[in-house]
C-alpha cells in the first residue's frame, strides 16, 4: 500500500510526539507518526526520577552550570555547543510541558518541585544542586501522556503497531521509509519530504537491563545497514540500582531523596570513593564501585549485589516521592522498602552513542559532518552528542524534549521548502525479500536461542568492565551468532500478528549493534566513562578525545574518528 505524507516521523515515544507536534501545528504540513507499539506504551513512559533544567525554584541555579555538569558527567566526550544549547532550551522546554498541562508535583507555594540527582551540581561541582523537575517517580508517563493528548488534539495522524523495516533514498536524497502492518502482515510504503527516526535505545543487547522489551536499536541498525556511520557506540551506560537478577530500574531519585548505598558490612562505601557527592556520584562512577566492592568480596552475602537503603527516608518520603519503586519493590522481590534493604546490581540501561546528527536534529555523516537531505534523528537513537562518555540522571528527557523540538521545527522549515523527491523503482523490494525469506524458510535456528547467546555474551565481556580479551571473545561469539542467524528460521509462519516475524527481525538488529559496540569498545584503548578497560585503566586525552565512528562496509567494519568540540570548557580529571 501507498501512502503520501510530508513529513514522517518513526516512533512516538517522547522525542517522536515532540517533532510531530511542531510539524502538526506548522499550517499546511501533514505529518504521520509510525510506531511499532501503541504511543503510550513508548518507553518515555517507564522514565521515572526527573528532567532536569535550572529552574532555581529551591536554590540558586543557572544553566551553565546546567551545561558544566553535563560535559563534566559526560567526561569531556560532550560537544559542546549542543550541550549548551541543550541546558539553555531546557528551561523553556519544562515550562511548555508545564503549559500543556504537564501535572508537575509542587513546592508548598505552587513552583515546579525540584530535587538532587547525580553529578547536578550549583557553581560548578561546589556542591550538589537541586534540578530535576518531576511528577513524583512517574516523570516519563506524564510527558508521553501531556505529548500524546497534544497530537491527538493537533490532527496527527498515527499508525500504530506499523514497524519500520527500511529506510528509501534516491540519489543521496531521504524521500520515505517502509513498513509492515503488525495487524495483517502488509507492507506499505511512506513516501515523505522528510523522515524522522526517533526509534529509542538498544538495552536490549544486554541481558539485565532496565529498558523494555521493544527497545531494540531497530531504527539505528536500519541507518547503519544503509551506510550511515554510528558515533560512539561503545559508550553505554550502566545504571548502578537495577533490582538484582532482574534488571527492573530503581531511580537514582532515590538517591536523590537520600537513598544510601551499603555493602555486605553495612558500609556506606561511596564515601571512600567520591566523598563529595557519595552516592549521587555519576552513574558511571558508581556502577564502577559497585563492581569493585562485589571484587573486593563485600558483595552481600558474597554475591554480586550491594543493597539500596530507604529504610531512613520514613514512610512518607517513600510512599509520596517514591511510589512507582515501592510497589516495584514489593511485588517483584516481596519485600517492605519501608522497612527492609533492597538488592540492586547494575543494569544496562542507556545508549550515548547513536545515528550521528546536528543540534537541528539532522542526520550527519562523515568526518565533516556533511547532512543527509531529508533525513532526521532525535531521541535516544541519535548521538548529537550531548553525553559524551555518559549521561547524568535527568538528561535523556531534557534532550528528547529539546532535539525532537528542534528537529521537529527544522523539517517543518525543510519540507515547506521543499518538493518530493521521486521514489526509486521499487522502493519496498529489499522489505519484501526480507520478510519473504523469513516466512518461506521452514527449517533453522532458532531466533530466541540466538537472542538468549547474544545477551549472556554482552552481559558477560561488554558490561561495566572490559578488556581486550573480553572484547576478542565476544566479538568471535557475535560473528558466529550472526552466521547462524543467516539461516534463522520460524514457527510462526501467519502474517497476522506474527509477533515471532518482528522479535527475529529484532535480532538481526542487535547482533549487528551489538557487532558496533564491540568494535568501537575495542578500539578505545583508553577508559572514559562508561567504557572502562581494565587493560588501559586511565583517559588518554591525547588519543582518544575524539568521537568514534563505526561503518558498516562490504569490506567489512571500518573506524574512523571526528574531534569534539570543545569550545567552552577545558577536559580536566573528573573528581566528585
Ligand atoms: C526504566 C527507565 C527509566 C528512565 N528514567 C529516566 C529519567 O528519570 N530521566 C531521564 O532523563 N531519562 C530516563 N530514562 C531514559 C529515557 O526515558 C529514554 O532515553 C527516553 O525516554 C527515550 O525516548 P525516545 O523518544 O528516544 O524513545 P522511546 O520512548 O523508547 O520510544 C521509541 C519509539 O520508537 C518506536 N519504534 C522503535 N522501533 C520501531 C520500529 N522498528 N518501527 C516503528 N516504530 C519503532 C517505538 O514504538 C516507540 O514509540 C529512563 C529509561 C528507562 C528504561
Same mark, same amino acid.
Request: proline fraction near 5%; include cysteine; charge should be positive.
Given at each position: 500500500m501507498y501512502h503520501r505524507f510530508d513529513a514522517i516521523v518513526v516512533g512516538a515515544g517522547g522525542a517522536g510526539l515532540m517533532a510531530a507536534l511542531q510539524l502538526a501545528q506548522t499550517p499546511g504540513i501533514s505529518t504521520a507518526v509510525i510506531s511499532k507499539l501503541y504511543p503510550s506504551r513508548s518507553h518515555t513512559g517507564a522514565a521515572q526520577g526527573g528532567i532536569g533544567a535550572a529552574l532555581g525554584n529551591l536554590e540558586e541555579d543557572h544553566p551553565e552550570w546546567h551545561t558544566f555538569d553535563t560535559v563534566k558527567g559526560g567526561d569531556?566526550?560532550?560537544d559542546q555547543t549542543a550541550a549548551d544549547v541543550m541546558c539553555h532550551e531546557a528551561v523553556e522546554s519544562v515550562y511548555e510541558l508545564e503549559h500543556y498541562g504537564l501535572p508537575f508535583s509542587r513546592t508548598p507555594d505552587g513552583k515546579i518541585a525540584q530535587r538532587r540527582f547525580g553529578g547536578h551540581t550549583r557553581n560548578f561541582g561546589e556542591a550538589p544542586v537541586r534540578r530535576s523537575c518531576f511528577a513524583a517517580d512517574r516523570t516519563g508517563h506524564m510527558i508521553l501522556q501531556t505529548l500524546y493528548q497534544q497530537c491527538i488534539k493537533h490532527e496527527v495522524n498515527f499508525y500504530s503497531e506499523f514497524q519500520l523495516l527500511d529506510l528509501v533514498f534516491n540519489d543521496g536524497v531521504c524521500c520515505g521509509i517502509v513498513a509492515l502492518n503488525i495487524k495483517d502482515g502488509e507492507i506499505h510504503t511512506?513516501? &515523505?519530504?522528510?523522515?524522522?527516526?526517533?526509534?529509542? %535505545? =538498544?538495552?536490549?543487547?544486554?541481558?539485565?537491563?532496565?529498558?523494555?522489551?521493544? @527497545?531494540?536499536? #531497530?531504527?539505528? &541498525? +536500519? *541507518?547503519? /545497514?544503509?551506510?550511515?556511520?554510528l558515533e560512539d557506540m561503545e559508550l553505554y551506560q550502566f545504571h548502578p540500582t537495577g533490582v538484582y537478577k532482574l534488571g527492573i530500574l530503581l531511580t537514582e531519585g532515590a538517591r536523590g531523596e537520600g537513598g544510601i548505598l551499603r555493602n555486605s558490612e553495612g558500609e556506606r562505601f561511596t564515601e571512600r570513593y567520591a566523598p563529595t557527592l557519595?552516592?549521587? &556520584?555519576?552513574r558511571d562512577m558508581v556502577s564502577r564501585f559497585i563492581y569493585q566492592e562485589v571484587r573486593e568480596g563485600r558483595g552481600i552475602n558474597g554475591g554480586d549485589f550491594v543493597h539500596l537503603d530507604l529504610t531512613h527516608l %520514613? &514512610?512518607? !518520603?517513600?510512599?509520596?516521592?517514591?511510589? #512507582?519503586? *515501592?510497589? =516495584?519493590?514489593?511485588?517483584?522481590?516481596?519485600? #517492605?522498602?519501608? /522497612?527492609?534493604? +533492597?538488592? +540492586?546490581?547494575?543494569?544496562?540501561?542507556?545508549?550515548m552513542g547513536g545515528i550521528p546528527t546536528d543540534i537541528d536534529g539532522r542526520v550527519i555523516t562523515g568526518e565533516h559532518n556533511t547532512p543527509l537531505p531529508g533525513f532526521y534523528a532525535a531521541g535516544e537513537c541519535a548521538?548529537?552528542?550531548?553525553? %559524551?562518555? @555518559?549521561?547524568?540522571?535527568? @538528561?535523556?528527557? !531534557? #534532550?528528547?524534549?529539546?532535539?525532537? /523540538?528542534? *528537529? %521537529?521545527?527544522?523539517? *517543518?522549515?525543510y519540507v515547506q521548502e521543499t518538493g518530493f523527491t521521486q521514489l526509486p523503482q521499487k522502493p519496498d523490494l529489499y522489505a519484501r525479500e526480507q520478510v519473504g525469506q523469513l516466512l518461506a524458510r521452514e527449517t533453522g535456528e532458532s531466533a530466541a536461542r540466538i537472542r538468549s547467546a547474544l545477551q549472556e555474551e554482552m552481559m558477560d565481556k561488554v558490561s561495566v568492565v572490559r578488556s581486550e580479551e573480553k572484547l576478542r571473545a565476544a566479538q568471535r561469539t557475535v560473528r558466529q551468532l550472526k552466521e547462524q542467524y543467516r539461516h534463522v528460521a520460524m514457527q510462526d509462519r501467519q502474517t497476522w500478528y506474527n509477533s515471532e516475524l518482528h522479535e527475529t527481525m529484532e535480532v538481526g538488529y542487535l547482533l549487528d549493534l551489538s557487532e558496533s559496540i564491540i568494535a568501537g569498545a575495542l578500539a578505545r584503548e583508553e577508559s572514559r566513562g562508561g567504557h572502562y578497560r581494565e587493560d588501559y585503566p586511565t583517559r588518554d586525552d591525547v588519543n582518544f578525545l /575524539?568521537?568514534?565512528?563505526v561503518y558498516d562496509t562490504p569490506d567489512g567494519l571500518q573506524i574512523r574518528y571526528k574531534p569534539v568540540d570543545l569550545s567552552k570548557f577545558e577536559p580536566k580529571e573528573r573528581k566528585y
Open positions: 569531556y566526550l560532550v511512506f513516501h &515523505a519530504k522528510a523522515v524522522l527516526f526517533a526509534t529509542g %535505545g =538498544f538495552g536490549r543487547a544486554w541481558k539485565i537491563t532496565s529498558n523494555a522489551l521493544s @527497545n531494540t536499536g #531497530d531504527g539505528v &541498525a +536500519i *541507518a547503519y /545497514r544503509h551506510g550511515i556511520p557519595l552516592d549521587l &556520584a555519576p %520514613g &514512610a512518607e !518520603v517513600v510512599e509520596k516521592k517514591l511510589p #512507582d519503586l *515501592a510497589d =516495584f519493590v514489593r511485588t517483584y522481590l516481596g519485600l #517492605d522498602p519501608v /522497612r527492609e534493604l +533492597i538488592p +540492586i546490581q547494575p543494569t544496562a540501561h542507556y545508549a548521538c548529537v552528542s550531548v553525553h %559524551g562518555a @555518559n549521561r547524568l540522571g535527568t @538528561n535523556s528527557l !531534557v #534532550d528528547i524534549v529539546v532535539f525532537g /523540538r528542534r *528537529a %521537529g521545527r527544522h523539517m *517543518a522549515r /575524539r568521537h568514534t565512528l
